[in-house]
């Protein structure tokens, strides 16, 4: 990765995305990430470097939206979101590079064209239950491909909080899961220090995007941006798809 030029010139603006995304957007493009980074090196490795960065990220934003988060919500997200971490790491075995590049696809595609299809998804307040179910499938997603944020939106955005408690709470939960993940990925070996060197070379980037964020969200049109990153989704997967089902 280090040498690579081709690494760099998608790690780059895919890091700065994220960092903007992750502070002022409540992660809407996190799931863009992984799969972009993966047309040029493994999934697995893609996940790995990018876990550090969103730990990094998180601790930036925490900062600024501490106390703003819905605790209520939180209780019913994060223990679900636990649960499907572990079926997540438990099934990683199994999945070769194929495999996690279709499932990355998949769900970079799926994402992409429910996003634009449905745009502010359902209209009616969920229950609890499907908070949990939410939380469950953002655990998972979050785990294989830093993808959690479109099954939390699609619990959050129909509850109709507030700004401010909607981005916090989102914020949180975020930064409680990548923290949590850091624990099974460095059982599978995915932490290991050429990795973090390479986290670390894009650290700088992380930092740039997430005030870059924070400066916009109250300036950028939100749902224009929306657009953008789920459109990309769609390529991006499209692509994936192609890979994992043609690899030769």
Known sequence: MLTDPIFW?????????????????????????????????????????????????????????????????????????????????????????????????????????????????????????????????????SFVAHAGGPPLNAYLIPLRLEKTQYLGTAVMFFAVINAVKLIPYTMLGQINLSNLMVSAMLAPIAWIGVKLGLRIQDKFNEKQFKQIILSLMIVVGLRLLWTALMPS
């Open 9 to 141: 010139l998608v790690a780059i603006p895919a890091v700065l995305i994220t960092g903007i995304s992750k502070s002022g957007f409540a992660g809407g493009a996190g799931g863009l990430t992984v799969p972009l980074l993966a047309l040029a090196i493994s999934p697995a490795a893609a996940a790995a470097v990018m876990l550090p960065l969103l730990v990094y990220m998180d601790f930036l934003s925490v900062r600024s939206w501490w106390n703003k988060q819905s605790n209520q919500q939180l209780l019913i997200l994060l223990p679900a979101a636990m649960v499907g971490i572990v079926v997540a790491y438990l099934l990683f075995d199994q999945l070769n590079e194929q495999y996690l590049r279709g499932i990355l696809g998949v769900i970079s595609l799926g994402f992409g064209i429910y996003g634009l299809t449905f745009g502010e998804w359902s209209q009616r307040k969920p229950s609890a239950l499907i908070g949990r179910i939410c939380g469950t499938l953002a655990g998972f997603t």
